[in-house]
């Protein structure tokens, strides 16, 4: 491993290393730009060497990234780039694997791939591009489409309920679980950074912005006249404050969030929520994911949860090690023909 680390030292990439020069092919303004641009400027500092880099994708317009990536990648069919890129992982455990996704997806035919990767806490990355609607099929409601939305395929409105990404992930047990948004492109190198340094899943939900099909979804936590107001960053053991002058903050009445005046003379900011990233108990993450279903509450960005457990594809191979040393290298025919087969005459 040390060999491997003083290798990866001794190449100095750079952002234009990791575009593989085709054609980017998005529509004028689509949020993929962005995303993608804070990828490739972040690429260099994952500690590995291109060709021990893979971006999977499935179906969608966030999934012909692999082709801008100048590393390996795999384009796959609707909704499995979980399970394709947990094959890769388990295939080449030295590998970085990455996904690129969108909300249609990843929350759609791809949600019990996704849940499993989370739930095995498999060493890859997932990046979901999520604009509240399919792009690529010209406009039709998504998993994550708020109830009530008019599309193509809700003319009248949606009547069920959307999924909320980041309570999916933590409760099927991701160990690093975030959000940025497109428009923050420093934030986003940030959180994509982390992830790719983190040992186990690290689910990164990206607010992005589709210009045709759902223009303006986020604009509210990007424009500048309205983000300060509709945005709180998290920040690991830092209060949870928000507003143009930092004058609103959050504090918990028990299991319920309540936001607060820090000028009213009854409250002060030591009465807010400190956020603390690596607690052991995922209750107060799904009480920051509640707070997109909450009226007139911010939406929260960064860092929800971090933790360290046992990885999937690390203890696959160390079994296989393990029954190696005690048993001898196995055979098909060992496999195949050993007790427990008959024959039917």
Known sequence: MENRIDQVQEVKYTAKDFSSGIDVKWCPGCGDYS??????KTSPDFGEKRENIVWV?????????????????FHGIHGRAAAIATGVK??????QVWVATGDGDMMSIGGNHFIHACRKNINMKIVMFNNKIYGLTKGQYSPTSERGKHTKSSPYGTVDWPFNPIKVATGSGASFVARSLD???KHMQEIITRAAHHKGIAFVEIYQNCPIFNDGAYFPLTEKETKADNIILLEHNKPLVFGANKDKGVKLDGLNPVIIDLNDGVHSI???????????NPTRVFLL????????FPTP???FRQFNKATYDIDYVKQIEDVKQKQGEGTYEKLMFKT??????
């Open 35 to 40: 995303v993608l641009a804070q990828v490739q």
């Open 57 to 73: 994708s499935g179906i969608g317009c966030s999934s012909r990234f692999p082709y801008y990536m100048n590393t390996y990648g």
């Open 90 to 95: 388990l295939a080449n455990p030295k590998l």
């Open 183 to 185: 428009r923050d492109p």
């Open 270 to 280: 030591n009465d807010c929520w400190v956020h603390d990233e690596f607690d052991d």
């Open 289 to 296: 994911a509640r707070f997109t279903d909450i009226p007139g």
């Open 301 to 303: 960005v960064g860092v």
């Open 340 to 345: 427990g087969t008959w024959e039917v005459n």
